[in-house]
């Protein structure tokens, strides 16, 4: 049998300098982006900012400084969606310069809260001292017995307290190692019927050949195939992160919680239209430059009157000057193109007509854009949101996916007659549609700061 080289076409992403660049200056919020750019016009001849003349949205150039066409394409549209220098406001919101504004929750602060309806004051020291010995990963930096002696408490007091901040969200918070964060990661899923019996005894029992890779050694000891171990593993890289802090409000497993306010400006405003019930909302994005980047003209016309070796920096300069202009270009239309159908889907919790949003889903979303899903988390991720009740609100607020479970929590806890056990409410979910573990609804019981059945009676 004879062998023979056939040629075969076949499709693959190439990455590019301009999509490496639009990814990075996506991920980054107005403000942080903002200061980047102006260390960027500050040290890049060829790049400078015009203050007036193209539209931010579809980059013609403007006349009596509005653009025509833009007009016309909002004027037909039921929700305007525009890029803006900065926000304005219309009708109720023009009483105020700005969103009302206020501190932002940290972790060890959203933690306490979920914890503290299950301590009495003692256990509540202990916990706030435990959270302070948090390091930036979420991970514990004095082990219980040093915290316990220098508190003067019984060591089974504070692991009590300590088991009880690493059982709420978010999973693995407290953890001394790596492996440990894991397995209460695991532990948090097995309670939910998410777990997986290979990834957890992968991880409990032989943590030394995951670290090293060692996938066949691994498969053998456990007797299993090789692809049944690369299976856990993949569980494992989706579902558990290692640094539990570092995807605080930002994960998609993790819950963001209420909509929490931020001391900054937000990346976009949402407001009422004067036009009413046509056009309920209007949608402003932030641009992080105040005006059309572009090159420097002057400079690009002299660049073959220079000598070869001034030429060539000069280059350089321009071409890093026209990637800069068209991602930042890229990137708002992105923006746009994802708070269009974002604020169309939440409109009706947007006017006030419906107590909660609905939560939406990235994979979702990005086959809806024809975006890859890690672009729309890009583009969600560390963003804010100024609603038209005048709330700055994280942006991702509106995939969290436990909303509707948290909101029949609450309306089953108020319309008891007696007070009902976690397992109870657990069953009358259940009852909804709605299947979550005994666990979970402690835990959402707990972030509302709901006190348990013993003590509402």
């Not at 929750?105 to 306490?112: F, I």
């Not at 948090?188 to 019996?197: I, R, T, V």
């Not at 979970?440 to 059945?453: D, E, L």
Request: charged share 20%; glycine share 4%.
């Amino acid at each position: 049998m004879a062998l023979a080289l056939k040629p075969q076409a076949k499709l693959q992403p190439q990455i590019t300098a301009q999509l490496t660049q639009t990814m990075t200056l996506l991920e980054l919020p107005a403000v942080e982006l903002e200061a980047q750019l102006a260390a960027e016009l500050a040290h890049n001849p060829a790049l400078e900012i015009v203050p007036a003349g193209r539209c931010l949205n579809c980059g013609r150039p403007l006349r009596k400084n509005h653009c025509s066409i833009c007009q016309a394409t909002e004027a037909s549209s039921a929700l305007i969606v525009r890029v803006v220098d900065r926000p304005s406001f219309s009708g109720d919101d023009r009483q105020r310069e700005e969103p009302e504004l206020c501190a932002p929750e940290t972790l060890p602060e959203y933690v306490l809260r979920q914890v503290a309806v299950a301590v009495d004051d003692i256990e509540r020291s202990i916990a706030v001292y435990l959270l302070a010995q948090l390091d930036d990963r979420g991970f514990l930096r004095e082990p219980p017995a040093q915290i316990a002696a220098d508190l003067q408490q019984p060591v089974e007091r504070v692991l009590a307290v300590l088991r009880l901040i690493q059982h709420v969200d978010p999973p693995g918070i407290g953890a001394c190692t790596v492996q440990e964060c894991l397995l209460l990661q695991l532990e948090s899923l097995n309670a939910e019927g998410q777990g997986h019996a290979l990834a957890s005894a992968l991880i409990a029992d032989y943590w030394d050949l995951l670290s090293a890779n060692r996938i066949r050694q691994a498969a053998h000891a456990l007797h299993v195939s090789q692809g049944e171990v690369s299976s856990a593993l993949d569980f494992i890289r989706h579902n558990l992160t290692p640094y539990p802090a570092q995807v605080y409000w930002n994960s998609r497993r993790v819950s963001v919680g209420p909509p929490h306010l931020v001391r900054q400006q937000p990346d976009a405003v949402i407001y009422r239209s004067p036009a009413g019930a046509t056009q309920p909302l209007i949608v402003e994005i932030v641009s992080p430059a105040s005006g059309w980047l572009q090159v420097n003209a002057a400079l690009k016309a002299a660049l073959e009157q220079c000598d070869p070796e001034e030429r060539e920096r000069l280059r350089s300069s321009i071409e890093r000057a026209q990637l800069i202009a068209r991602c930042v270009q890229q990137r708002n239309q992105t923006m746009r193109r994802v708070l269009e159908v974002i604020v169309q889907e939440q409109t009706p919790y947007l006017l006030g007509n419906e107590p909660q949003p609905r939560p939406l889903k990235r994979a979702q979303l990005a086959r809806q854009l024809e975006l890859h899903e890690s672009t729309v988390s890009r583009a969600v991720g560390n963003k804010t949101i100024a609603l038209p009740d005048g709330r700055v609100v994280l942006l991702a607020y509106f995939f969290d996916q436990s909303l509707a479970v948290r909101a029949a929590v609450q309306a089953i806890i108020d319309d008891e007659l007696q007070p009902l056990s976690d397992d109870q409410i657990a069953q009358r979910l259940a009852a909804q549609g709605l299947r979550v573990a005994r666990r979970t609804v402690s835990k959402y019981r707990t972030m509302k700061g709901i006190p348990t059945a013993s003590q509402r009676a």
